[in-house]
Structures are given as structure tokens and as C-alpha cells.
């Protein structure tokens, strides 16, 4: 093993979202930064896969218009994206019955009663006003039962929490993060052409161009601190990258077990308090579908979604239809009935779809989140690990109240503007701050 030595401004561990951004911005910045990826590819849960002509990425993937979206603007990082049709149908006892989505189908559905109509059109003009920051530390559960008197109502609102967090524990999930993603759904959301891989692509181009280092294929062992200041990373190769900066952007337990003495930081606390988010999912490009007009179902009284993302983006070189259906699963699991319930489902929506398949994937259980805002959160982790000078997360675990690829994005942003912050105050001989020369 030969010791190779290099020196970074700042080392990012981790070449997802969070990883990519967080190099675009340090290097924008003037730092000298270097990406260590695992993986043969960036991307990491952002990758797509092709199978027949068809884009598959891992699991249903929708870009809401927050965080994420602002701040890919900001970099002038573009992507191919539309808005799909927010016609959609829901399940109830095995029947698929019409969505109240706008305000004609809010009068022909018949999932609600006139009662549970009138609620809905008053829930849906609220919403659009609804300070969601002072429920911030109420449960899902407990906004819902307090806020809506209609069962029928309530089953459909949770369903949407649903939709837009992957979660389904009303009693634990915060209610505030929940509802202004509800809000930003109102709005619209992109299906990004040709999967997330193509965003992953646009994303490595920017930081190529803003003079990132790229190490793939390479696997760190270690981040090394002392005098509770961050000193090296150390990878299996023998390759040593000295830093006065590292982000982490993998997991809450792997974070751990790279740092030394993770237990007596803040590291150890974030990771016993996460708790992770799974779902079960299947894609499917089909030739045709057999029914047209079924292309967007919630579950009513089961935990699942059915999205046909060809509708609005481009996903398959053949024409196929590339849909894809989740399950959204709590802590209890069961792979194979999993699988059974999401092909029921595609069964009741496009009956003879079989006939029709061109590819298929089944992802039993993937990690969507490896943390969200809930009930039992004692603090927001990050940006920095506050026990090692110059150590950060980033990740969609490291919410401090976005969801999904907006805390991706979002913690990356925090953490270079906490290393940006630090540097210039370092620089500034006053307030008793040392001078850097």
C-alpha cells in the first residue's frame, strides 16, 4: 500500500445531491475542494438506471418547487423538467373513485359527502395562508383530529402528508415541515427528464467547471481529529487528504463509525435520535397503458401512491410508459407481500398490464430518509459538529425542517456557509480572532 498525500481546502465525504453541492458552492467560494465517492458514479440514491430503453430511478421521484429549486437556480444548474396534471384518482375498499385535486372535481367526487366537500374547499383555500411554522412541534396526528372534523376528509388529507413525506406515522411526524410541503405541492412539482441521473450530470458539470476534484472508487476508512480540531481523511488505498474542513454527507451510523471517538460528540446523540424512512418500490415501462385516464392514484386506506412520470418528462427512448408505484413502510416489513400489494394496485389501474411490460425493477426496501422531523427530535443536527472544529453534515437526515432533496440541498448550502463564516472571521483581527496569514 503506497501513501499518497494531498491537501484540500475543504473534503467532502460522499458524492450524492448534498455531496455535489456542497463541492459547487466551497469551490465558488474560492476553496479547494475534493469529492471522495464511494461508488464507481456520483449520484448516491439519486442514480438512474436504464433497462430497455426505459429511465429508471431508484424509487418515484418528484422535484418540489422549495429549497432544492432555489438553490439549483442559484448555481445555474439546469434541468429538463415539467409539471404533471394533478388529475388523480384515489383508492377505497379496492374502488378507484376521482380526487378532489381542483375545484370541479372537488363537486363530482364521490369520495366525500357534501359536509366533507365544503371542508375540503375551506382546507384547501387555507392552506395556501397557513402559517405552518406554529405547528412545528405538533404531531401530524393531532393537526389533523383538531383541524378537520370529517373522517372521510381526514383519511384523504393524511394520505397527501403521506404523498409528500414517505412517512406514515401521523403520531411521531412533526406537522409544520409535513404542511408547507403540502403547500409547495399545490404549486406544482417537476418530473425531471430522463431521471435524477440527468440532474446528478448537469450538478458534476457545474462543480467540474468551478475546479472540483473528483476520488471515485475509493472508500475512506477514517476522518482523524485532534485538539478537537478535524485533520485528515484516510481511505483503504492508503490515500491521505489533510483538511481543515470535512463534510460528511453519508449516513448518521456510517458518520460515526468514520469519526474517531464519534460517541463523545454530537454525532452519536444525532444518530440515536434518527429515525429512518423505507419504502418499497416497483417500476414498470409499459408499451401502452391499458387505461389511459388512471395515471395518478393516492391510497386512501393503504399506504401507497401510483405516479406515471411519462405523463410529464421524458423516460424511455421508446415511447414506453415509465411508471412507478411506493409503498410507503413503517417499522414493521414484509418484502414479498409488499411487492403483492403494489401489483394489486397496478392490477386495479391498468388491468393487462403484463401484456404490456417492457421492464420492470423492485426495490424491497430502500432508505428514502435516514431521518425527519419528528416528535422525539431533542435537536436539528449540523451544520457543523460543534465538539470538532471544522467537521460538518450534510443530507436529507440533517433537516433543519426541509424534507427530502430540499435538506439534501439546503444542509450542503448551511455547511459551507458556516466554513465560509468561520474562515472570514479567522481573517478579521478584531473581536480577538486570530489573523491567518
Same mark, same amino acid.
Given at each position: ?12 465525504? %460522499?458524492? +450524492?445531491?448534498? +455531496?455535489?453541492?456542497a463541492s459547487i458552492y466551497a469551490a465558488q467560494a474560492g476553496k479547494k475542494t475534493?469529492? @471522495? ?5 456520483? %449520484? ?50 379496492? *374502488? ?5 385535486? #381542483? ?67 401521523? #403520531? ?30 448537469? @450538478? ?19 476522518? =482523524?481529529?485532534? #485538539? ?12 491521505? !487528504? ?26 452519536q446523540a444525532w444518530k440515536d435520535q434518527a429515525i429512518p424512512i423505507t419504502a ?10 391499458p387505461k389511459p385516464k388512471h395515471q395518478f392514484i393516492y391510497g386512501i386506506d ?23 408505484? !411506493?409503498?410507503?413502510? %413503517?417499522?414493521? =416489513?414484509?418484502? *414479498? ?50 465538539? !470538532? ?8 437526515? =440533517? ?39
Open positions: 500500500m503506497n501513501l499518497i498525500m494531498m491537501n484540500y481546502d475543504v473534503a467532502i465525504v %460522499g458524492g +450524492g445531491l448534498a +455531496g455535489l453541492v475534493v469529492v @471522495l465517492e464511494q461508488q464507481k458514479q456520483l %449520484g448516491g440514491r439519486a442514480i438512474t438506471k436504464k433497462k430497455n430503453g426505459a429511465y429508471f430511478d431508484l424509487g418515484g421521484r418528484a422535484l418540489y418547487k422549495g429549497e432544492a429549486v432555489e438553490i439549483l437556480k442559484e448555481l445555474d444548474v439546469t434541468f429538463e423538467g415539467s409539471e404533471p396534471s394533478i388529475d388523480a384518482f384515489g383508492i377505497w375498499k379496492n *374502488k378507484l373513485l376521482s380526487l378532489p385535486m #381542483d375545484f370541479m372535481s372537488l363537486l363530482t367526487t364521490p369520495l366525500l359527502s357534501f359536509k366533507g366537500k365544503l371542508e375540503v374547499g375551506s382546507l384547501l383555500t387555507k392552506l395556501r395562508k397557513l402559517d405552518t411554522k406554529s405547528f412545528d412541534h405538533r404531531s401530524v396526528r393531532d393537526w389533523v383530529e383538531s383541524n378537520l372534523m370529517d373522517s372521510m376528509v381526514r383519511n384523504f388529507v393524511y394520505s397527501l402528508l403521506r404523498t409528500a413525506s414517505y412517512v406514515v406515522s401521523p #403520531d411521531l411526524q412533526a406537522a409544520g415541515p409535513v404542511l408547507r410541503q403540502l403547500q409547495r405541492s399545490m404549486y406544482g412539482v417537476y418530473y425531471i427528464e430522463k431521471g435524477w441521473g440527468s440532474l446528478i450530470k448537469q @450538478l458534476r458539470i457545474k462543480a467540474v467547471q468551478s475546479g472540483v476534484s473528483f476520488i471515485l472508487s475509493e472508500k475512506v476508512t477514517e476522518v =482523524t481529529h485532534q #485538539d478537537k480540531k478535524v485533520k485528515a481523511v484516510h481511505c483503504e488505498d492508503g490515500t491521505l !487528504i489533510t483538511s481543515e474542513n470535512v463534510i460528511l454527507t453519508t449516513s448518521p451510523e456510517i458518520s460515526c463509525k468514520l469519526v474517531s471517538e464519534a460517541d463523545q460528540t454530537s454525532l418499497a418500490c416497483l417500476s414498470v415501462a409499459l408499451r401502452r397503458l393503504q399506504p401507497v401512491l401510483l405516479s406515471n412520470l411519462s405523463r410529464a418528462a421524458y423516460l424511455s427512448d421508446n415511447g414506453d410508459q415509465v411508471v412507478h408505484l !411506493i409503498k410507503y413502510q %413503517g417499522t414493521q =416489513t414484509d418484502t *414479498k407481500k409488499d411487492e403483492q400489494d403494489l401489483e394489486r394496485v397496478l392490477d386495479l389501474a391498468q388491468p393487462g398490464w403484463r401484456d404490456e411490460l417492457v421492464a420492470r425493477q423492485y426495490l424491497p426496501k430502500i432508505v428514502v430518509t435516514h431521518d425527519f422531523p419528528h416528535m422525539n427530535r431533542e435537536v436539528n443536527p449540523g451544520p457543523n459538529v460543534p465538539e !470538532i472544529e471544522g467537521l460538518y453534515v450534510a443530507g436529507d437526515w =440533517t433537516t433543519h425542517g426541509e424534507l427530502l432533496a430540499d435538506a439534501a440541498l439546503a444542509s450542503a448550502k448551511r455547511a459551507v456557509e458556516h466554513i465560509i463564516t468561520k474562515t472570514s472571521q479567522e481573517r478579521t483581527p478584531t473581536n480577538g480572532y486570530r489573523v491567518v496569514v
